[in-house]
């Protein structure tokens, strides 16, 4: 027999803890289901400068535990479990996890997204051997060295130029003749001397024997290859949606985002979809807090309705 | 000639705040012009429990001036004016206000909604300190007491119903003798025991001396008056938001607030719209302040395509 909730979230980030902090606040017995840490991808953020209310900026980490302790105060379970699906029943939903199921009357899903990788040679192998999706975390490894940033928007400038504060070169590899980042980075990224660029080239493959030591490239106009020593690799290409288990139940947008409405309503009714795994979502930590207060908030009117 | 700015704020609450900062973080020349206090509704909220991040609560008056502090640091502009037209040129944007005119690149209208005020002797004075506009927000603070909400439609139920999972009593004050609202909230307050309604009569006055006391009643058909012990009012006759100015330049819905779509974007090119005053926002303060981060990342867009 599986326990019983008003409302389970799936997702322990802004949108997942804010989801919470609302349902249980409304008296909805609530269940929170997070694979891994509260905080969501901000636990890796030394320093989040824009989330509103905290003009000296605040650790990622400290706001995911203010958050956490927030929705606790109210009521607010948490259990520690991956969800591996999702089940619509007539008279309920189920939420199976690698670690026993859970039925309840309304699901928010808020389950962020991962960091998408190349999917080459040589990356996996050396993951955490000089292949990185955050730099952040493991710049400070690469003082004085070369290394390699993949991708052209906003998140691989930011990475490059917190790189170049550690590494002797920080080499920008983008698949097009310009980027998508915003003005002010790509300003920022241009001023910095140990930034450089390699235009219209793609990463074949990662090479090195239990170490990063180089990027096989090819030119996608003209198909020429080359090759740079490197001795790390930072991925910023994008995010992956933790959608694969809602594959079939869920409309998905090609990318695999949820499809909601501005009520954060999917087309099933008693599922919810709040923060980074929403299409069009702003992929910001306020607006996914937002996200969330409105999933709740449509999950109690839901189950109100219910009777 | 007027002053020239890439964005035009209209509004200083939550959402025009938050997308303040985000504009200014992104190097954009940005003016907020409010007409009254930055903070906007709530400035009179006495405790905001549920804007995630700050465990304990935060005044509505701090959390207003921390917001604002914040983008100022990042250079945001600020003007206290009222808006009392917008004008749509080919080049820009104009803005028109009682002290002056300004043009922009992109205009974020942030301007919020107004709660309808009974207009009774007691109400302006014992806002904040037991008559509210927002059951959501303020239930909570009335455990196991008796309060009134006053009004007939889906709001008015919905507040109750809210209420009903925490004060002792709450009595519908309907100035007719039948409800508005949908027929299964109209069922499920009638079957909810906490509910009672007092039908053919009208809040004449709000009594208390520095807390909220009571209501003064008339019933509307025979004049006759009571009173009714209460430590709370709930006002629940319906929103109006702040966009008379906009009738005719933007799409409204019929109760006057802007359709805008999951980017914040209006149907007029380089007008975006953020937080109540915005078709289906979801009327939190939390919720705002993600559509201002939305809505200043898409105007941020808009400037950069326009070269």
């Known amino acids: 027999m599986s326990s019983s909730y008003d409302v389970i979230i799936v ?49 990622g980490f400290e706001l995911g535990q203010l958050m956490h302790q927030q929705a606790t105060k109210l009521g607010l379970q948490t259990v520690v479990a991956e969800v591996v699906g999702v ?15 859970y039925i309840a009357k309304a699901v928010i899903i808020a389950g962020g997204s991962e960091y998408r990788r190349l999917g080459v040679p040589g990356e996996e192998a050396l993951t955490g051997r000089g292949v990185s999706y955050c730099a952040t975390c493991d710049a400070p490894l690469f003082k004085e060295q070369v290394v390699v940033v993949v991708g052209g928007g906003d998140a691989a400038l930011s990475e490059a130029l917190f790189l170049a504060k550690f590494a002797s070169k920080v080499m920008v590899v983008h698949r097009r ?34 170490r990063v030591a180089g990027v096989k490239l090819r030119q996608v106009e003209t198909g020429e290859l080359s090759s740079l020593e490197a001795a790390g690799v930072f991925v910023a290409i994008g995010l992956r949606p933790n959608t694969r288990y809602l594959e079939g139940i869920l409309p ?26 929403r299409h069009h979502s702003a992929r910001q930590v306020v607006a996914a807090a937002g996200d969330g207060a409105a999933a709740a908030l449509s999950a109690e009117r839901f189950i109100r309705e219910l009777g």
Do not use: C
């Open 87 to 101: 089940e619509l029943k007539p008279e309920h939903r189920a939420v199976k996890t690698d670690d026993g199921g």
């Open 177 to 210: 003749h310009q980027l998508r980042a915003s003005q002010i980075l790509q300003e920022r990224a241009f001023a910095e001397a140990r930034i450089g660029f390699l235009w219209n080239r793609v990463v074949d493959e990662i090479e090195g024997k239990g």
């Open 252 to 277: 998905l947008d090609e990318g695999g985002h949820i499809l909601a409405n501005d009520l954060m309503e999917t087309e099933i009714a008693g599922i919810f979809a709040a923060g980074d795994i």
């Open 11 to 59: 997702g322990g980030g802004p949108a997942g803890l804010t989801a919470g902090l609302y349902a249980s606040r409304a008296r909805l017995n609530t269940l929170l289901l997070e694979k891994a840490m509260v905080g969501g991808q901000i636990v890796n953020a030394e320093l989040v400068e824009n989330y509103p209310g905290f003009p000296q900026g605040i650790a």
